[in-house]
Each structure stands twice: as structure tokens, then as C-alpha cells.
């Protein structure tokens, strides 16, 4: 099939057979021996590595409940607003709260990181003098909301795409027949966002194990104070490729990414089988 | 206006449920402007001060710059120890490339996939859908060996490559769902009247212009701002992307701030410049997508 051959192709050699490549890596040592399971017991049975592991992913799982608590109701909330009928300007409103989304995380980073620096003194303004990125009580919160502030515009747009898509009769119907604002989001535009809502969990679990970039702009590879921010993706790259003084190891990189694979699947798994199965879709 | 309580109610009152959605509607205002500061603050913040000498900086850094204190030392040092613009010429390749491969190829083979009935179509549908789930940098490690033994390293394509993969899943997904929704009496009539298949492609390929451009926004934002793969696969010099340039260049003037404000500011501008300019365009395409 010429239709098919170039997408095909491309996404196989590039995207699957790296993917199952590493996969079979993870079974064997740096000098291409079979180890069985060898890499896998180094990785949970040496303190090393086990430790920085189970910090590594904890760390990604408050990353990921911040998204949760924070980023989704937020952008919800802003998606409602944005879409009151009879409010002027609200499509400057939808690209300035957009605007953040579109800036590449170098440069987000590097604005927090001079913003929060008491060496500008901004945060002592607002009555904030402990330096945030600093310490390892506050790094991890304050990351978090960094990236929360960047990328709150996704869920925005995605409630709003489906919230626009609501035809008006149904709610003036509603309406009509006495229903306050309040009714009407908790009987219509509530079961009808519920399917995105799924999407949107499942989409922030995936995009929490690729938050790398901001950690490492911020506060580098070795993730610090302390380990304090390491995430499973600047753990990947460490035991990939070593860093401050200790040496990489492909074999071992290619191991926690196959852990990080199980990790993402069982939550693809739950959300598949655990909540799209029990969600109705609503035809519009 | 306090009417409510004050006044002696006039006969064409305002019926209560009327002033609720008035009173409803600052109450929006309000949020959204609030809001607004917050997503926009910091990033004034640093044009702003990128425009001042080093002590307007320190002594005051919520003042708009005054003739006094404006100075322009930070964009000197930057625009003369950098290159700039082969990083942006780098980026801008290796994101039109991968988007314009991705856009074409999900349109090829969604047209495939939702045109003809062969065997395994839902399971070839299934294994490029696969992809949208899995992020591709599990596969780094093996990825980094592939591009070494196809002597790509340190070049463009590497990145093109791998982006394109990325990109696929998601794009033939989308495709797929505007590719069904082409009337399929045009195709018939165009068959009817001996158009080949590549001719038909090429019909429908306009119809679905929203779709491609749903795919294209989609794919543009994570190619452009991604560190990961530019980092490992082409860090060298002359094939840096904006991304990886700027982090690396912002690292070296870690005590300059009027530098370190002037270069972020340089970064920004042009992204949030056309951002603001195609926004509309930007943002239907984004909605469309999501609720395929």
C-alpha cells in the first residue's frame, strides 16, 4: 500500500523498534551478554539505585497530583469562564491564558529561576524570603507549579473544545424548565466533560514521566538539593549517561526505561479498563 | 449603582435572576483579568527589565524604565557572543520539516485507513494509534545507537527522524477522523469519471484542511520546545535548536542579568509575536483536534 508505506515505515524503525529495542536491552549487559535478570535486580536490589528510584518516581507522583489538584480544575474553571455567552473580550482573555503554553521550557524555566532568585529580591516583595528553588522542602511544590503555570492552557482548550460543542438548546431546554447555572453544569455539561476529563488524567500521567526538561533547566541533572527534584526522567538520563563523576550505562538507561514503560502501561491499563469502560460518551 | 436597597423600586426593575448574570459577568471579568496577570506578570517582568541598567534592575524591579535608568548593555553582549540566529534557522528546519512530513503522511495513510476495507486494517490502525500512548523517549537509549550506526549524529535529519515518528500516531489518528467525515459520494463520482486513486487523494486532500491543520499545531509546539532529543542527538554547535542554544547560552551568563534578561527577552519575542498573530488560527486548530 503506497498510502500506508511512508507513516509506516517512518513510525516502525524510528518510534516502535527503538521502543522494543530497549526493551530487550534491559536483558542484557553493556557488552551485548545475556544477563537475564540481572540489570533488574541491580536496579532494585542496590541501594544506588534503588533508593534514587523510589525517590525518582514519589517525586513524579506529587508532580503529577499537583497536575491533578492544581492544573486540571484550574484550566476547567478558566474553560467555563471562557465560554459565558454575552462577556466581551473573551478571546483575549483565551489567548493571553494560552500565551505560557506556547513558551519553550527554557525559557520558562529560566524566567521562574531569575523571578525566584533572592539574589533579584522580587519574592521578598510579595513577602516570600526563603529561595524557593533552594531547598528541598520547596523545590519540588514550587516545580510543580512552574510547570502548572505553563501548561494549564491544554486542559483549557480541551474542556473548551468540548464545552463550545454543546448545543445551546440544550441548556436554554434546561433552562426553561428551572434549572439554575448550578444545575445545569452538574446534569448536562458535567457528563459531557466527564469523558475529557479521562483524557485529559491519562494525558498528564503520560506527560509527568517527559517533564525532564524543566527539572534539568532548572536545576540540572543531578536534580538537587539534595535529589529533592529528581524525577524518573532525570534518573533516566543520569543512569544513561552518568553524571558529576559517575560513569553511564546504556544497558542500565535502557532498564528504567522499561520500568517507566510498565509504569506509564499499568496506567494506560487502568485508565482504559478502569474508566472509559464504565464513562458514556455522549454522541452530539 | 446601589439601586437595590436606595431607590424606590422603579416600575421597569431589572428582574432579579437579569441582575444576577450582570453582577455574574464582572464576576467573570474579574477571574479572567486576574488570571491574565498572573499567566503574563512574569514575562513582562523580564522584557521589562531586559530594557534597564543593571541597578534599575536590583532597586527597583517593578518600575517601567525611565529614560534615566533605560539601557539597552544586555541585547550588546548578547547579539555580539552568540549565534542566534543559526540556532533559529536551525529549529525553524527541523520543525517546518517534521511538521509538513507528519501532516503528509498521516494524510496518506488515514486516506488508506479510512477508505478501503483490507484485512488487518483495524489492527494496522490500532498498532500507529499504539504510539499516542508511549512517550518516544523510553526508546532513547536504543534510538541513540540506531542514529550513531546510520551516522546521523549531529544532524538535522536525526532530529526530523525522530520527531516525525513522534508526531505520526497522534497525526494518523486525527486524519482518520476528518478523512471519515469526506462525503463518500465525491470519491465515487471522481472514480466514476476514471480519476486514479492518487487523483481522488488529492481531492479530498482540501476537505480536510482543518484536520491538517489540527495535526500541524499539534505536532509544532512539542517539536519546537523540545530539549531531550536535541541534547542527545545533535548538541554540536552548529545544529543546536533554539531550545537547546538558549539553555545552553543562558547557563554562561549566570551573574550577568542584564544579559541574561536581554537574551531571554530575544527568545521570547518572536514566539509570542507570532503567536499573538496566528492565534485565531492556532487555536481553532487546537480545538478541533481535541474533541476527535
Known amino acids: 500500500m503506497v498510502f500506508l508505506a511512508p507513516a509506516t515505515v517512518i513510525y516502525s524503525v524510528f518510534m516502535v523498534y527503538p521502543l522494543l529495542d530497549s526493551l530487550r536491552r534491559s536483558f542484557f549487559d553493556d557488552d551485548g551478554n545475556f544477563a537475564g535478570l540481572d540489570n533488574y535486580n541491580t536496579l532494585f536490589g542496590n541501594p544506588t539505585f534503588a533508593d534514587r528510584f523510589w525517590d525518582a518516581l514519589g517525586h513524579n507522583f506529587q508532580f503529577f497530583a499537583f497536575h491533578m489538584v492544581l492544573q486540571n480544575p484550574i484550566g476547567l474553571l478558566l474553560a467555563v469562564l471562557l465560554?459565558?455567552?454575552?462577556?466581551?473580550?473573551?478571546?483575549?482573555?483565551?489567548?493571553?491564558?494560552?500565551?505560557?503554553?506556547?513558551?519553550?521550557?527554557?525559557?520558562?524555566?529560566?524566567?521562574?529561576?531569575?523571578?525566584?532568585?533572592?539574589?533579584?529580591?522580587?519574592?521578598?516583595?510579595?513577602?516570600?524570603?526563603?529561595?524557593?528553588?533552594?531547598?528541598?522542602?520547596?523545590?519540588?511544590?514550587?516545580?510543580?507549579?512552574?510547570?502548572?503555570?505553563?501548561?494549564?492552557?491544554?486542559?483549557?482548550?480541551?474542556?473548551?473544545?468540548?464545552?463550545?460543542?454543546?448545543?445551546?438548546?440544550?441548556?436554554?431546554?434546561?433552562?426553561?424548565?428551572?434549572?439554575?447555572?448550578?444545575?445545569?453544569?452538574?446534569?448536562?455539561?458535567?457528563?459531557?466533560?466527564?469523558?475529557?476529563?479521562?483524557?485529559?488524567?491519562?494525558?498528564?500521567?503520560?506527560?509527568?514521566?517527559?517533564?525532564?526538561?524543566?527539572?534539568?533547566?532548572?536545576?540540572?541533572?543531578?536534580?538537587?538539593?539534595?535529589?529533592?527534584?529528581?524525577?524518573?526522567?532525570?534518573?533516566?538520563?543520569?543512569?544513561?549517561?552518568?553524571?558529576?563523576?559517575?560513569?553511564?550505562?546504556?544497558?542500565?538507561?535502557?532498564?528504567?526505561?522499561?520500568?517507566?514503560?510498565?509504569?506509564?502501561?499499568?496506567?494506560?491499563?487502568?485508565?482504559?479498563?478502569?474508566?472509559?469502560?464504565?464513562?458514556?460518551?455522549?454522541?452530539? | 449603582m446601589d439601586t437595590a436597597t436606595s431607590a424606590p423600586a422603579p416600575p421597569d426593575r431589572i428582574s432579579p435572576t437579569k441582575r444576577r448574570i450582570h453582577l455574574g459577568r464582572w464576576g467573570v471579568h474579574a477571574v479572567l483579568l486576574a488570571y491574565s496577570l498572573l499567566a503574563l506578570g512574569p514575562t513582562l517582568l523580564i522584557i521589562m527589565n531586559s530594557l534597564k541598567s543593571r541597578s534599575a534592575i536590583f532597586d527597583d524591579a517593578f518600575s517601567l524604565p525611565t529614560s534615566e535608568t533605560f539601557d539597552l548593555v544586555g541585547y550588546d553582549t548578547v547579539l555580539n557572543g552568540s549565534s542566534f540566529d543559526v540556532y533559529f534557522r536551525n529549529s525553524f528546519i527541523v520543525t517546518v520539516a517534521s511538521v509538513l512530513l507528519v501532516v503528509f503522511f498521516s494524510a496518506m495513510a488515514a486516506f488508506a485507513l479510512a477508505e478501503y476495507d483490507f484485512k488487518g486494517n483495524t489492527m494496522l490502525a490500532l498498532y500507529l494509534a499504539i504510539g499516542i500512548m508511549i512517550p518516544i523517549r523510553l526508546g532513547t537509549v536504543s534510538i541513540l545507537k540506531l542514529m550513531v550506526s546510520l551516522g546521523l549524529?549531529?544532524?538535522?535529519?536525526?532530529?526530523?527522524?525522530?520527531?516525525?515518528?513522534?508526531?505520526?500516531?497522534?497525526?494518523?489518528?486525527?486524519?482518520?477522523?476528518?478523512?471519515?467525515?469526506?462525503?463518500?459520494?465525491?470519491?465515487?463520482?471522481?472514480?466514476?469519471?476514471?480519476?486514479?486513486?492518487?487523483?481522488?487523494?488529492?481531492?479530498?486532500?482540501?476537505?480536510?484542511?482543518?484536520?491538517?491543520?489540527?495535526?500541524?499545531?499539534?505536532?509544532?509546539?512539542?517539536?519546537?520546545?523540545?530539549?531531550?532529543?536535541?541534547?542527545?542527538?545533535?548538541?554540536?554547535?552548529?545544529?543546536?535548536?533554539?531550545?537547546?542554544?538558549?539553555?545552553?547560552?543562558?547557563?554562561?551568563?549566570?551573574?550577568?542579568?542584564?544579559?541574561?534578561?536581554?537574551?531571554?527577552?530575544?527568545?521570547?519575542?518572536?514566539?509570542?509575536?507570532?503567536?499573538?498573530?496566528?492565534?485565531?488560527?492556532?487555536?481553532?486548530?487546537?480545538?478541533?483536534?481535541?474533541?476527535?
Open chain 1, 83 to 284: 465560554t459565558v455567552q454575552s462577556v466581551r473580550g473573551l478571546n483575549i482573555y483565551r489567548t493571553i491564558v494560552f500565551l505560557p503554553t506556547t513558551l519553550s521550557v527554557v525559557i520558562v524555566g529560566f524566567i521562574w529561576r531569575l523571578i525566584l532568585s533572592p539574589i533579584w529580591g522580587v519574592t521578598e516583595t510579595v513577602g516570600i524570603d526563603t529561595p524557593l528553588l533552594g531547598e528541598s522542602r520547596t523545590v519540588l511544590p514550587t516545580l510543580s507549579l512552574i510547570s502548572v503555570w505553563q501548561w494549564v492552557g491544554i486542559p483549557m482548550i480541551f474542556f473548551y473544545a468540548v464545552l463550545i460543542a454543546i448545543p445551546k438548546d440544550l441548556i436554554e431546554a434546561s433552562r426553561v424548565d428551572g434549572a439554575g447555572s448550578w444545575q445545569v453544569f452538574r446534569d448536562i455539561t458535567f457528563p459531557l466533560i466527564l469523558p475529557m476529563l479521562g483524557i485529559i488524567s491519562i494525558l498528564t500521567y503520560i506527560g509527568n514521566f517527559n517533564a525532564f526538561d524543566l527539572i534539568y533547566q532548572v536545576k540540572g541533572v543531578v536534580a538537587g538539593p539534595d535529589f529533592a527534584s529528581d524525577i524518573m526522567g532525570t534518573f533516566f538520563y543520569r543512569t544513561f549517561f552518568g553524571a558529576s563523576g559517575t560513569t553511564g550505562s546504556p544497558a542500565m538507561g535502557a532498564t528504567v526505561a522499561s520500568v517507566m514503560f510498565l509504569i506509564i502501561l499499568a496506567g494506560v491499563l487502568l485508565y482504559m479498563f478502569g474508566w472509559q469502560r464504565r464513562v458514556t460518551t455522549y454522541e452530539l
Open chain 2, 153 to 292: 549524529i549531529n544532524t538535522l535529519w536525526a532530529l526530523i527522524l525522530v520527531y516525525t515518528a513522534m508526531g505520526l500516531p497522534l497525526g494518523v489518528f486525527l486524519m482518520t477522523q476528518f478523512m471519515r467525515q469526506v462525503p463518500r459520494e465525491l470519491k465515487s463520482a471522481a472514480r466514476v469519471d476514471g480519476a486514479n486513486e492518487y487523483r481522488v487523494f488529492g481531492l479530498v486532500l482540501p476537505l480536510v484542511r482543518p484536520g491538517m491543520a489540527a495535526v500541524a499545531v499539534f505536532t509544532m509546539l512539542p517539536v519546537w520546545n523540545d530539549l531531550w532529543f536535541p541534547l542527545i542527538l545533535a548538541p554540536a554547535e552548529d545544529t543546536r535548536t533554539v531550545t537547546l542554544g538558549a539553555s545552553a547560552f543562558l547557563g554562561q551568563f549566570e551573574r550577568n542579568w542584564n544579559a541574561l534578561l536581554a537574551a531571554l527577552t530575544l527568545a521570547m519575542v518572536p514566539i509570542i509575536l507570532l503567536y499573538v498573530i496566528f492565534s485565531r488560527q492556532f487555536l481553532r486548530g487546537l480545538t478541533e483536534g481535541a474533541i476527535k
